[in-house]
């Protein structure tokens, strides 16, 4: 079982940066694939970001990539989400979520992660 907890979203101008960091409880972190999904209002959830166990591998939406960057700590069981270059369209409740122990390799899609976050909310103002 991993338990979830987001932090580091606000408000911010275009053009800004955050930080967002997803804290994890469980001693299976090390060893989970994570990922950074968002949702906008009135629209689907959708992927942001993922990162493998070790994190060696990442993969990334067309739409963010080049602006930010997702890394983690297992020492610290956290994974960060540095955001860039905000624009207005990046406005979301953004969830930290995590696959099953059993899965390394990298997924978008929202079905392949089994454990998420309570969310954190970012709004760019143009």
């Known amino acids: 079982q991993v338990q979830l907890g987001e932090s580091g979203g606000g408000l911010v101008q275009a053009g800004d940066s955050l930080r967002l960091s997803c804290a994890a409880s469980?001693?299976?972190?090390?060893?989970?694939?994570m990922g950074w999904f968002r949702q906008a209002p009135g629209k689907e959830r959708e992927f942001v970001a993922g990162i493998s166990p070790s994190g060696g591998r990442v993969n990334y939406a067309n739409s963010v990539k080049g602006r930010f960057t997702i890394s983690r700590d297992n020492v610290k069981a956290t994974v960060f989400l540095q955001m860039n270059s905000l624009k207005p369209e990046d406005t979301a409740d953004y969830y930290c979520?995590?696959?099953?122990?059993?899965?390394?390799?990298?997924?978008?899609?929202?079905?392949?992660?089994?454990?998420w976050g309570q969310g954190t909310q970012v709004i760019v103002s143009s």
């Open positions: 469980g001693s299976a972190f090390s060893i989970t694939v």
């Open positions: 979520a995590a696959r099953g122990s059993a899965y390394d390799s990298l997924s978008s899609s929202r079905d392949d992660y089994h454990y």
